[in-house]
DNA sequence: TTAAATAAGATATTATTAATCATATTAGTA
DNA sequence: TACTAATATGATTAATAATATCTTATTTAA
C-alpha cells in the first residue's frame, strides 16, 4: 500500500513545471538529471500526464513540457488519479465490481471511509502551495 | 495503492474468529472452503497473524486456531501492519530512509498526514464492531 | 498407531512495476 | 532542404512483488 515510483515521478515533474516561469517549455531530459530518474520512464510518465491534460508537451527544438493547469488547483490526488487510476483500496470499491453485501459489508464501509480520508488529505494542498516549500525529497 | 489479498483473507479471517464461540479452536480449512480462498496461502497468511500474535494456533486434532487478543481492542490498522508491515506511502516515510530534507519536503509533509488519516480511519472500528455487521463482502 | 490438523521451506506462477530499445514524428534553424 | 533537438509510440525486457502450490515435517487427540 504505496504510492508508485511513476507517480512520485510524476509528482517532482509537476513541481518542477510550477516552479518554471509562467508558459516557458521545460526541457524533460533536465528533469529528469536534476532529479536523477530513468529518462525514457519519465517520457512515458509525462505522455500519461498529457493525456490526462496536466501538462502539454511540444515535439522538436524549443520543444518540452508545460503545466496546462492552474497550480492553484492542481493536487496530489489528480495526479495520483492519472497515474494509478481511481483510488480502490479493495476490488470491492471499485467501479465495476458488483458484490452483493455491498451496502451491508461493514469492512466495505471503514475503506469506503479511509479512501475518502486520503483522497481528502491529497487534495488539501495545491501545486502551488507545494512548489513553495523550501526543496523536495529525493 | 491497495489492500493485498492476504490482507483482505486476514481481515475475513479474524471476522470468523470473532463470530466463534470464544476460546473454541475453528478449522482453517473450514474458513478456507467457506470463503472460497486458497488454503495453503491462507495458512501462511494465519501464520503471519500468529507471529504478530493475533491468533493462537494448534496443531492436531481438535487443532485449529483462535483469536489470541481481545476483539475489542483489535483493528483493521493492526492486521495491516502484521501483513504488510508499517505503513510506508513513500521509501521517506519508511523507517530506516535518510533524507537531507526530509523536515523540509513539503510532499513528505502531505503524505505523512495522509498516512496518519489513513491509520485513524483503520483504528476507528474494533473487530467487534465489524463481526457485529451483517456481512462480509467476498 | 493412526488420522487430523498446522508448520515450514522451497518452488512455481502470475501480475505489476520499472526500465529500456528502436523507431517515428515534430519543429526550429542554419 | 538538411540537420538537430526535442517528444511520441509501441515493443520488449527486467525486476520486483504478490499469489499460489508442493512437499515434507511436526504435533496431538483418539
Redesign the pocket.
Known sequence: ?Q???????AIRTLIELVRAPEGV???????AEKHN?????L??T??IL??AGLVE?????????RLAVSPDSLKIADVLAAI?GKLALNPCLGGDYHCENQYLCPVRKVLQRTQEAILAELSKETFADLAKGEVTCE
Do not use: C, D, H, W
Open positions: 500500500m504510492l508508485t515510483r511513476q507517480t512520485e515521478y517549455m521545460v526541457n524533460s531530459k533536465a528533469i530518474l530513468p529518462e525514457k520512464f517520457n512515458k509525462i505522455q498529457a493525456r508537451t511540444r515535439r522538436g527544438m524549443q520543444g518540452g513540457i494509478e
